[in-house]
């Protein structure tokens, strides 16, 4: 299991926590530390939807210049903006063996862990 995030993210904590509580092993990729792999950002785009893993609600998006944001209208854009504003990614992204989550929801990865999806 690897888990992409940002090692100070609150959400990002939560989910470590709930993994290490739970007795899972796992790697932590930080955006910050580590940089965003285009090609796993883009199959991350592709599983979720673009729209999906452009955090709006975060700082770093409503940072930005509205004539930034206006830009992003399709995978292309947001994903340029993702690369260029690691902090634009929603957070946590966890990579299973047999699914991939996306945020951190702990009622849904209880039961994830209980079908044995979150390993």
């Known amino acids: 299991m690897k888990v992409y995030g940002i090692r100070n993210c609150d959400t990002v904590k939560k989910a470590r926590a709930f993994l290490e509580e739970a007795g899972l092993e ?11 792999d ?20 975060g700082t770093t ?4 210049d509205d ?7 399709d995978a ?5 903006i993702m690369s260029e504003h690691p902090s634009a990614i929603r957070r946590p992204i966890v990579e299973c063996e ?3 989550f996306i945020g ?4 849904a990865w209880e039961m994830a ?3 044995g999806e979150l390993k």
């Open 26 to 36: 796992y790697e932590f990729h930080d955006y910050r530390k580590d940089g965003v």
């Open 38 to 57: 285009a090609d796993k950002l883009a199959t991350f785009v592709g599983e979720f939807g673009w729209d999906t893993v452009l955090n709006r609600r």
């Open 61 to 64: 998006w409503r940072k930005l």
């Open 67 to 73: 004539e930034i944001k206006d830009s992003v209208v």
């Open 76 to 80: 292309v854009s947001a994903l340029r």
């Open 98 to 100: 047999t699914k991939n």
């Open 104 to 107: 951190f929801d702990p009622v």
């Open 113 to 115: 862990l209980e079908l």
